[in-house]
């Protein structure tokens, strides 16, 4: 599953080789690619042919492409295994092409979405009211993550205090903050040396800007890494970014020895996923929450 990391590295890809560019047709090779847009392939296709693309957007780990003038946005899911590529027309078709964007210009590069499973898609939706940026009102929901410039830190850091959670629980609420997956929570949350079951509302404004501190280092970490691809002319996601085999510190290392005390890091089972941390840098709270 592509963090956001991965996620702003394609839409640097989009917006540099897609941005601007005119449809001039659209084939649906896979019904289940566009099942999110229920008029269904050819209505999908028609609403996009003759429409230019707008730079591509992002909030959290969704991407999507305005369409100039139109108050319409393409929304791209590519869930476990999507990836949107911009590929020479002449490259032979990958085994798993699902969509084929055409453009009208001589650019001679089309945007292709492929996807071995099939969970994500493609599919076009009105824009969220009173947004700027074209935000699809499906994900009206999502709040801004981190890195984006109009992240509000003090009301990020008051909500905390108010909501009777705990802080993993917090960072992965879409609601609150989007785009940190578990991954990047198990990283900045060692960095931060917080235990993931520490209620929020023990958290001192310090202690709250710290974390946030920690989780942006991470992701631009992920970020520097991951978007020394992305100049050329192949956007991926796969949800690898290089990041993950060199740079973690927690997530993946039960049983190896903590990079800042040496103490065996331990895993834990939570909420259907894992936790990994230090059990002598990232002390559980006292009281169970
Ligand atoms: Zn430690």
């Known amino acids: 599953m592509p963090e956001l990391p991965e996620v702003e590295v394609v839409r640097r890809g989009l917006e540099r080789w897609v941005a601007g560019r005119t449809v001039a047709g659209v084939e649906v090779l896979h019904p289940r690619a566009v099942r999110r847009h229920p008029a269904g392939g050819a209505d999908f296709a028609a609403r996009l042919t003759g429409r230019r693309f707008e730079p591509a957007r992002r909030r959290g780990k969704y991407l999507w492409l305005p369409l100039a003038d139109t108050g319409t946005s393409v929304l791209g899911h590519l869930g476990m295994s999507g990836q949107l590529l911009v590929q020479p027309e002449a490259a032979p078709d990958e085994k798993h092409l699902r969509i084929r964007i055409r453009f009208d210009d001589a650019a001679g590069t089309e945007l292709r979405f492929v996807d071995q499973r099939t969970f994500g898609g493609l599919s076009l939706h009105d824009t969220a009211p009173d947004s700027a940026d074209g ?91 991951g978007g020394t691809s992305f100049d050329s002319l192949y956007v991926n996601v796969n949800g690898e970014s290089g990041y993950f085999d060199r740079s973690l510190d927690a997530y993946g290392r039960e049983d190896e020895p903590c990079r800042r005390c040496g103490t065996p890091m331990r895993r834990r089972a939570w909420m259907n996923r894992s936790s990994y941390f230090c059990p002598r840098c990232q002390r559980p709270p006292r009281v169970s929450p």
Not at 145 to 170: C, E, S, Y
């Open 135 to 225: 935000l699809p009102d499906v994900i009206g929901h999502i709040a801004r993550d981190p890195l984006d410039p109009a992240f509000d830190d003090a009301a990020f850091q008051a909500a905390l205090r108010l909501r009777r959670t705990t802080i993993k629980r917090a960072l992965l609420d879409q609601s609150l903050i989007s785009g940190v997956g578990n991954i990047y929570a198990d990283e900045a949350l060692w960095r931060a040396r917080l235990h993931y079951d520490r209620p929020t509302a023990t958290l001192t404004r310090p202690r709250s800007a710290e974390l946030l501190g920690h989780v942006r280092d991470v992701m631009n970490a992920a970020l520097a890494a």
